[in-house]
């Protein structure tokens, strides 16, 4: 009885002599995974097709349309995205957020 109470241990402890490495940080994951932030799958579908699919993923996102050789200001806004587009209204680069 006396080699009971020396010390049990539970089998989920791993022995003293083994070092046991920490978990890797899983930033972005669970509840409120990182937010897309461009979309270059859309370039080449038209103005209406692009603001559809971004407005599925975004739905709060406020989508500007930008003509060729127009003048857009620097600031950034986190739930904008333009979309620029050619002649034919076909999205030429890939959408993003700002």
């Known amino acids: 009885m006396t080699e009971e109470n020396q010390q049990i241990k539970s089998p ?3 022995p003293a002599d ?3 490495p920490p978990l890797p940080r899983m930033y ?3 509840s409120n995974p990182a937010a897309k932030t461009t979309w270059p799958e859309l370039v080449g579908l038209t103005a209406e097709e692009a603001e559809r699919k971004i407005k599925e993923e975004k739905p709060g996102a406020q989508i ?3 003509q060729p050789d127009c003048f857009v200001t ?3 806004r986190q ?3 333009r979309l620029h587009v050619d002649s034919f ?3 030429e ?3 993003r957020i700002g």
Do not use: H, T
């Open 89 to 91: 209204r076909k999205i």
């Open 93 to 95: 680069r890939a959408p």
């Open 79 to 81: 739930n904008r995205v």
């Open 64 to 66: 500007q349309v930008v």
């Open 74 to 76: 620097m600031d950034f």
């Open 12 to 14: 989920q402890e791993p």
């Open 28 to 30: 972005g994951l669970g």
């Open 18 to 20: 083994q070092a046991v």
